[in-house]
């Protein structure tokens, strides 16, 4: 009787915000595992920073294959893009091969792998599947301004910048912290939602944390005349009761 093959695992691995020190022990060493090795990239390019950030983990004789994702609102486009993707990487773990799929910061906050997931489990439920989480660019940015993002009973909420400041603005009681990742479009809008909201004292930008690059924005108002990085977040945090949050 010929054996039963089993398929091949696929790994969720969050590379964290952007230094390499910051990839989880666990994901360096299912990193030098694998036979494979997946990315999001650009259908414009072939660059991926979470492939740069988690380089030194991957042996070079394992096989690196960049996804292309369309940079697009048209979600017919985007969703043949996840059908697609999602086969070509069933496709090797059905041959029996181990693949790991690389997202900057948590695997399903905000990320691509979120969609692929999706489409994975419906096409191939069989597939073994194991998510390692990761650190989060909003935690490592707290973490660089050493900025207790909520304490006691507060609540934090994480929303998309992407449509701007409409999320906070629709929220009858606000919460004590709110980050906007994907700020860079519309921090004009998200900078008027928090003013108008006349509770957030605290307010401050982070670009490129964790990079060499790193910068801190103290005043957002500034980056109305400049150009966001793509990878920019605000943070903004009511008055503290006892106190201020920043000495």
């Given at each position: 009787?010929?054996?039963?093959?089993?398929?091949?695992?696929?790994?969720?691995?969050?590379?964290?915000?952007?230094?390499?020190?910051?990839?989880?022990?666990?994901?360096?060493?299912?990193?030098?595992?694998?036979?494979?090795?997946?990315?999001?990239a650009s259908t414009k390019n072939d660059y991926s920073l979470a492939v740069q950030i988690a380089r030194e983990f991957i042996p070079a004789t394992t096989?690196?294959?960049?996804?292309?994702?369309?940079m697009t609102h048209d979600h017919?486009?985007?969703?043949?893009?996840?059908?697609?993707?999602?086969?070509?990487i069933i496709s090797g773990l059905e041959k029996g091969e181990s693949a790991a799929f690389l997202t900057l910061g948590d695997p399903l906050t905000y990320s691509t792998y979120g969609y692929l997931l999706r489409y994975i489990r419906s096409q191939a439920p069989d597939i073994p599947v194991a998510t390692i989480p990761g650190i989060t660019s909003y935690q490592a940015a707290a973490?660089?301004?050493?900025?207790?993002l909520v304490e006691g009973e507060e609540s934090l909420m994480v929303v998309s910048g992407a449509r701007g400041g409409q999320r906070l603005r629709q929220m009858s009681r606000k919460p004590e912290t709110v980050v906007f990742l994907k700020a860079y479009r519309n921090v004009d809008d998200i900078s008027a939602a928090i003013a108008e909201s006349d509770c957030y004292e605290h307010h401050v930008a982070v670009s490129r944390c964790g990079r060499p690059d790193q910068r801190v924005i103290q005043d957002i108002d500034t980056l109305s005349s400049q150009r966001p990085d793509y990878w920019t977040l605000i943070?903004?945090?009511r008055k503290k009761r006892n106190g201020p949050y920043i000495d």
């Open positions: 009787m010929q054996a039963q093959s089993y398929p091949g695992t696929l790994y969720g691995i969050g590379v964290g915000p952007g230094d390499p020190e910051l990839v989880p022990v666990k994901s360096a060493r299912i990193l030098g595992q694998v036979d494979i090795v997946y990315t999001a096989r690196v294959e960049k996804l292309h994702f369309p017919g486009t985007k969703k043949r893009a996840w059908r697609d993707n999602a086969r070509q973490a660089c301004l050493n900025l207790p943070i903004a945090k």
